[in-house]
């Protein structure tokens, strides 16, 4: 699936494409355009809709500076459930109104979770000028959220990327804070000393990326520093490692995206509804086709019975016709066909008193095992031909012998060998005026 990744900043709006499935992930377009008076972000977005091609779920990452958090401990782990307490749980220990604010839920560990929140006017706002634009995103969330999906970064690390320092713990986020201006070092140690002083137990390391990792070389920094190294086997995507710590962040936003694990923060009224439109739009469609399709198929149906009906009317008026022709004495006749039938069978009976199957039960029980089959019977009156294949010359005649009561004359016609040493033969003759 592809994923149109949009991250808003003041002055810069990065756009990254990827195709991600299960087994493999592509870059397919990628860029960065500065935001000014003469270039604003409505004219930015449209831009990028007017080189947009295809159908990619898109998602908006606002600025981290818009969302707050706080660590929560529930006794289950289901996150459904955890959702659902969630309003009740902030309710009465933040400022705001719950009803007045988008949420979001970051597993930590056993049985605690990083509760997130931002205001439903803040995430409305921030639509708009991409609605306006042409790109309504599906998702909107944040880059922090998804920075345990980075690359090759560590389980456990402080990871620093842009303005955004965030603590990973067994590879899951416990902690995020967005700075408005330039991360520097005595932000970083600061930060890492208020969260030491909360009784916050410290990451090993910090992890720097993108424009982070020119802190590399400062001395003040309390924990080692490492800069996020771009895994070899995604040297096909990023070409290099500049492009690497352009996008890795972004990257890691579509793989949650994908995964399931990006929060999502419209909500409520500001739920993503385009694509339910599109998909009645559909429906509705499919459902006009199909009862147009099942009325051509009753209307076919319709023409066909008509026309059956047309021809059994006209076979029953010839039946009738040729029944007044065989018994022109005769009156209307309930069953023509079944009248005509009986008097057949009166006629055939009176020729051979046994009847027809009475005289092939007699054959196949004179054949015997030397007879290998008889694959022909003709009878005409009492004339009757049979042709079979054996075992044997010695075989034919034996049936031939077997038979002779039921025949009043009877001969021996042409018998031909096959290479299989057996043998094809034809016989003739006249039954016997009472068969037995």
Request: hydrophobic letters at 45%.
């Amino acid at each position: 699936m592809d994923y149109l990744i949009l991250q808003a900043e003041e002055k810069l709006l990065t756009v990254a494409r990827f195709g991600v499935s299960r087994r493999s992930a592509e870059l397919i377009a990628a860029a960065s355009i500065v935001l000014n008076e003469e270039r604003p972000l409505a004219d930015a977005v449209r831009n990028v809709a007017e080189n947009l091609t295809g159908s990619p779920r898109v998602v908006l990452c606002l600025t981290p500076a818009l969302f707050a958090q706080r660590t929560i401990t529930l006794p289950f782990n289901d996150v459904r459930k955890v959702k659902a307490v969630l309003p009740s749980q902030l309710q009465g220990d933040i400022a705001l109104p719950v009803e007045e604010l988008a949420l979001g839920i970051l597993p930590e560990e056993e049985g605690a979770f990083l509760a997130l929140w931002t205001r439903k006017s803040d995430i409305g706002a921030a639509i708009i000028p991409f609605r306006e634009g042409g790109i309504e995103p599906q998702v909107v969330s944040s880059l922090p959220f998804a920075l345990a999906d980075l690359p090759g970064v560590p389980r456990d690390c402080a990871v620093c990327a842009g303005n955004t320092l965030a603590i990973i713990k067994a590879g899951r986020l416990t902690y995020f804070r967005a700075f408005t201006s330039v991360l520097t070092a005595p932000l970083i140690a600061a930060t890492l000393s208020a969260i030491e002083l909360s009784a916050g137990a410290l990451p090993p390391q910090i992890c720097l990326t993108g424009t982070c990792r020119g802190l590399a070389d400062a001395h003040t920094l309390p924990l080692p520093v490492v800069e996020l190294e771009m895994p070899p086997e995604l040297g096909h995507l990023f070409k290099n490692a500049e492009t690497f710590h352009q996008l890795a962040g972004l990257y890691a936003v579509a793989q949650a995206c994908h995964a399931g694990t990006l929060p999502d923060f419209r909500q409520g009224e500001l739920a993503w509804t385009a694509g339910d439109a599109r998909l009645r739009r559909k429906l509705l469609l499919t459902g006009v086709l199909t009862a147009v399709i099942i009325l051509l198929l009753f209307t076919n149906k319709g023409f066909q019975y008509r026309v059956a009906a047309a021809d059994i009317a006209s076979l029953n008026k010839s039946i009738e016709s040729i029944y007044h022709e065989i018994f022109p004495a005769r009156g209307k006749a309930v069953d023509e066909i079944s009248e005509i039938k009986g008097e057949m069978r009166k006629m055939g009976g009176a020729e051979i008193s046994g009847g027809y199957l009475d005289i092939l039960k007699k054959l196949a029980e004179a054949k015997g095992n030397s007879i290998n089959s008889l694959y022909e019977a003709e009878l005409e009156g009492r004339s009757l031909r049979i042709k079979g294949d054996a075992s044997s010359v010695q075989a034919v005649n034996e049936f031939k012998a077997a038979i002779a009561p039921l025949m009043a004359v009877s001969e021996l016609g042409e018998v031909k060998s096959r290479p299989d040493g057996t043998v094809t033969f034809r016989i003739t003759g006249t039954l016997k005026e009472v068969a037995k």
